[in-house]
């Protein structure tokens, strides 16, 4: 199953939703959401990655489901805990396929678009071709997070800039919803893809980059002018936030 990343990108966006609605927001509170979306993640991952599946090939014998079961499971953890293990590797090999390559894998969104108003139809293809050793049992994993993967790509130099251009975009339009209630739908998603880029860099993929002019333009179009006219209510500068324990 491919696209597990834009649940997982949903969630994080629908908990950042959940805490600017909040007037106030507890330490304890943030800890009880955390388990409970990992909970809910990890429920999401087992129905989309085996359950749904077993059922559409009509494997609903409780063996097959249980084996499929535990292997999704297992599958989960593997790729949760990969790029911490992966990290490590990618960090010492900084650039290791050449700043061309590069540059097409960390700003492959656009290399892309280029491509396809070009009338090129071999697209390049981002994925890591490193794999690296993760476990004793021999399994690897080609998943590192945003910042030992746009190293891996870009060397260290390079990939300062960059992530500090995405942090700036992201705080851009977080500070149009904080400061503006503007931007809503555009600054969570962002938030919620940052979040879950410490197993991946998402920023690196085209159809995030499809979602986030579609988030715009649903702002832009329908929201802006509603929390404007005080049809929704949001944190702003005159409520700042509160953490209580």
Request: charge should be positive; aromatic fraction near 18%.
């Amino acid at each position: 199953f491919k696209g597990k990343y834009h649940l997982y990108i949903a969630i994080s966006a629908a908990v950042v939703l959940f805490l600017l609605l909040r007037k106030d927001i507890k330490i304890s509170r943030i800890i009880k959401i955390a388990i409970s979306t990992f909970c809910i993640a990890l429920v999401l991952f087992v129905s989309v990655y085996t359950i749904l599946p077993n059922i559409i090939a009509g494997d609903t014998s409780s063996v097959d489901m249980m084996t499929g079961i535990r292997f999704s499971v297992k599958h989960f953890f593997h790729y949760l805990f990969c790029p911490f293990i992966t990290s490590n590797e990618y960090f010492n090999n900084p650039c290791y396929l050449g700043m061309d390559m590069g540059l097409k894998t960390v700003l492959n969104p656009f290399y892309r678009l280029f491509q396809w108003i070009y009338g090129d139809g071999k697209y390049f293809d981002p994925i890591i071709s490193l794999w690296p050793t993760v476990d004793l049992v021999g399994n690897t994993g080609n998943v590192g997070g945003i910042f030992s993967e746009t190293v891996l790509n870009i060397g260290y130099a390079a990939s300062l800039i960059y992530i500090f251009l995405i942090g700036c975009l992201v705080y851009f339009f977080f500070y149009k919803t904080i400061f503006k209630g503007k931007r809503v739908v555009t600054s969570i998603y962002l938030i919620g893809m940052f979040m879950v880029c410490f197993f991946c860099n998402y920023f690196s993929l085209l159809p995030n980059l499809e979602c986030f002019i579609i988030c715009y333009l649903v702002d832009v179009i329908f929201l802006d002018n509603r929390i404007k006219m005080g049809k929704y209510k949001l944190i702003t500068k005159k409520k700042r936030w509160i953490f209580r324990v």
